[in-house]
């Protein structure tokens, strides 16, 4: 299911789509901000992040679920805010679905290349599956507490699932992260972007921020910008929809 919040059907909607251990309040300020410029805005809730935790059994029963959230939304036409490992499951979900794909997508910091990917997934394949891993994402944003280690495998084998694709974006494109991103290698992250597709990966540096680790990853949030800084930030979000095409398709 998705939950949905409209103040305007005047401009074209904006579906949200959070990250992983993400709660659905988090996504509150930035869902107000486009609803307040005329957006209508729905927000779906990734498999496992709802009432049914163990709904996400496996990588397959996830990606299942997530279509099936998909199919939810109908045919009209919208735009896609993806975060993190949200912008991973779309990825994945577009490959299988060249239909009723979003006009255009705005990925922050996508969780497609992430630090020393090869090392984690080696020692996570040790590990039990019901191991218990304190999170790491500012207590404000999480859903759990804890996550296991089958949960941070499933986001790991999106990833190489995604990689043996080795496809393009399949529709308009705007990447943006902070260079200084926990989770994401933003440099490894930029290189392959720009290789495989003619989008660019924009850089968005907050050398003020001071609130511990993990916040240079949190990318969807007015407390970890500059007041001046998330109006530019959002602005150019909105520009891009309506107005931009970052990169060019035949």
Do not use: C
Not at 84 to 95: D, I, V
Not at 193 to 208: A, D, L, Q, S, W
């Amino acid at each position: 299911m998705t939950n949905s919040y409209s103040l305007s059907q005047s401009r074209p909607r904006i579906l949200f789509i959070h990250g992983l251990n993400n709660n659905s309040d988090s996504f509150k300020p930035i869902m107000q901000h486009f609803e307040s410029r005329g957006f209508e805005t729905e927000f779906l809730i990734l498999p496992g992040h709802d009432d049914n935790r163990k709904e996400a059994r496996d990588f397959e029963s996830s990606l299942a679920l997530f279509d099936q959230k998909m199919k939810a939304l109908g045919d009209r036409p919208y735009y896609v805010i993806a975060f993190s490992h949200g912008a991973l499951y779309l990825q994945l979900w577009m490959e299988k679905n060249p239909t009723n794909k979003p006009l255009k997508q705005a990925l922050l910091a996508p969780a497609l290349y992430t630090h020393r990917q090869g090392t984690v997934r080696s020692l996570l394949a040790f590990l039990p599956a019901f191991l218990w891993v304190k999170s790491l994402s500012p207590k404000e944003f999480r859903r759990y507490e804890f996550l296991t280690v089958a949960e941070y495998r499933m986001l790991l084998k999106g990833m190489v699932t995604l990689h043996k694709l080795e496809r393009s974006f399949q529709i308009p494109t705007m990447v943006m992260i902070d260079p200084k991103d926990e989770l994401v290698d933003a440099e490894t992250l930029k290189e392959e972007v720009e290789k495989k597709n003619e989008t660019k990966v924009i850089f968005y540096e907050r050398g003020y921020l001071n609130k511990g680790l993990g916040s240079h990853h949190i990318l969807f949030h007015p407390d970890y910008f500059l007041p001046n800084d998330w109006t530019l930030f959002m602005s150019s979000i909105e520009d891009f929809f309506l107005h931009s095409d970052l990169r060019n398709h035949s």
